[in-house]
């Protein structure tokens, strides 16, 4: 099994608002790379390569200077060495909708992602759909996903569908 990992809120932190990480997309290098990973974020997606190999890859959506922010990010925090994680299983499409046409590319059958309208666009061609982060509000998960509250749930989720 291919599995797919989106990278803004699902393993950077959000910002202090919770729902957009202002000091990543807005503020200088400087305060990007000071924004911390997701708690449990490098030893899960650890795990999850020495179970899959190279069959992990981070999928974003993000443009050009985002994508140049994310890749001083990951080697600023050390994520490739610390996850075993390739650089070269980092890819990066300019819309949401786009992360399902990268899935088929790669024969992604699993995603983890914190949008419910990109796991949407990728129901019927993902076979297993995880619902990442702690504060939905009051959306509950629909029936064709399963919900992860953080990288624990999401590391046993994910292994439980092997």
Do not use: Y
Not at 59 to 87: A, N
Not at 138 to 162: C, F, Q, Y
């Amino acid at each position: 099994m291919n599995l797919g990992v989106d990278i803004g809120r699902v393993i950077i932190a959000p910002g202090d608002d919770g729902d957009e990480d202002t000091s990543f997309l807005h503020g200088s290098l400087e305060d990007a790379l000071r924004t911390p990973p997701m708690e449990g974020a490098f030893d899960a997606i650890r795990r999850l390569v020495e179970t899959f190999g190279d069959r992990v890859w981070l999928v974003s959506k993000c443009g050009p200077r985002i994508q140049d922010r994310t890749r001083h990010w990951l080697e600023h925090h050390g994520f490739h060495e610390k996850t075993g994680l390739s650089r070269d299983r980092v890819v990066f499409c300019l819309q949401r909708r786009q992360k399902a046409d990268h899935c088929a590319q790669l024969g992604i059958e699993a995603f983890i992602d914190d949008r419910l309208d990109v796991l949407e666009a990728m129901r019927g061609h993902v076979a297993h759909l995880f619902w990442f982060g702690e504060d939905r509000g009051s959306e509950r998960a629909p029936k064709w996903l399963t919900a992860v509250r953080d990288w624990d749930e999401a590391v046993e989720a994910v292994l439980g569908r092997l």
